[in-house]
């Protein structure tokens, strides 16, 4: 038996202008089985997640090099 999935994220390289995902948004939305499209606001605990993610891959980086 196979696994259903009943969405999917799309995460996007960089936080974008909402009115520069517009043409992106209406491309998915035109997908074979996608019923809406919604984005995703960025907030301030999204970018401290982000930076402390990299802070963590930095320490990691700069003991690998030592």
Same mark, same amino acid.
């Given at each position: &038996?196979?696994?259903?999935?009943? +969405?999917?994220?799309?995460?996007?390289?960089?936080?974008?202008?909402? %009115? %520069?995902?517009? =043409?992106?948004? +209406?491309?998915?939305?035109? *997908? #074979?089985?996608?019923a809406t499209?919604?984005?995703?606001? @960025? @907030?301030? %605990? @999204?970018? &401290? =997640?982000?930076?402390? =993610?990299? &802070?963590? *891959? #930095?320490?990691? *980086?700069?003991q690998a090099?030592?």
């Amino acid at each position: &038996m196979t696994d259903r999935f009943h +969405s999917l994220t799309v995460v996007l390289e960089q936080d974008t202008r909402d %009115d %520069d995902c517009e =043409a992106l948004i +209406s491309a998915i939305k035109q *997908l #074979r089985g996608v019923a809406t499209v919604t984005g995703v606001v @960025s @907030s301030p %605990d @999204s970018h &401290m =997640a982000e930076q402390r =993610a990299l &802070m963590t *891959l #930095r320490k990691k *980086l700069y003991q690998a090099l030592e």
